[in-house]
């Protein structure tokens, strides 16, 4: 789907458009990328998870309706704002009868891994906080886990991916090893090791900022979101 990585705008643009092979391919991307922390929210506001999936299905189905998308453009601003706003509306229209839940709309767009939504759900610190509190959490998280992952495919084109696994702990601040021990497990001098873990901060940089460029109407707003998100993942 490399004619849909520009900006989820373009992906909902193009979603909206006649129905056919790209505008299913768009709403693919769009669920792909951001159906957990909506079924994440859902649950929070009380489905069980078979209820939550289909509610969630329901939602982005409605995105192919050109009610769902009218008026929206880039000039919005944040792809979380628009996401949260919406699928909160859409949660209450459905419970008050407003709209038909057709359950996906009668067509899957994605099977919901669910059960690893659950796993991932029960191991959350933050799943008592505030909804609109947690969904900005999980949405912080996922695109720094998408940064992460994109760093060690890098890694593992370059054939180092094992390299990778033993210096993701310095990035991520979770390390279990001093540099000593990385050294003599990597055979280099602890400087060396250091130099990779300086590398890696760097271009793990510029891959979130690549992730949240996507999600924002303005390259110049970026630096300013991506401090909104640390600052979001740093609050208890």
Excluded: C
Aim: net charge neutral; charged share 30%; hydrophobic share 40%.
């Amino acid at each position: 789907m490399a004619e849909f990585r520009t900006t989820p705008w373009s992906l909902i643009l193009a979603a909206n458009g006649v129905p056919g092979k790209q505008s299913g391919a768009a709403l693919a991307a769009l669920f792909e990328r951001y159906w957990y922390p909506v079924y994440a929210y859902t649950r929070s506001q009380g489905y069980r998870p078979e209820d939550a999936e289909d509610v969630v299905q329901s939602y982005f189905a409605s995105l192919l309706e050109r009610r769902g998308l009218a008026g929206l453009s880039p000039d919005a601003g944040q792809f979380r704002a628009f996401l949260l706003v919406s699928i909160r509306n859409f949660i209450s229209h459905e419970r008050e009868g407003r709209r038909a839940l057709k359950r996906g709309g009668g067509k899957v767009i994605e099977s919901l891994d669910t059960m690893t939504a659950e796993v991932r759900l029960s191991r959350e610190p933050y799943q008592d906080a505030q909804a609109e509190i947690a969904f900005e959490r999980r949405w912080a998280t996922m695109l720094v886990q998408r940064a992460i992952e994109a760093l060690e495919g890098e890694f593992e084109a370059a054939d180092q991916l094992d390299r990778f696994r033993l210096l993701r702990g310095q990035l991520t601040g979770e390390a279990t090893l001093p540099y000593v021990e990385l050294a003599k497990r990597l055979e280099m001098t602890e400087q060396g090791i250091k130099s990779i873990v300086r590398r890696m901060r760097t271009r793990f940089g510029v891959l979130l900022r690549g992730e949240v460029l996507q999600t924002i109407d303005r390259p110049e707003n970026v630096e300013a979101e991506i401090r909104q998100l640390l600052t979001i993942l740093s609050t208890t």
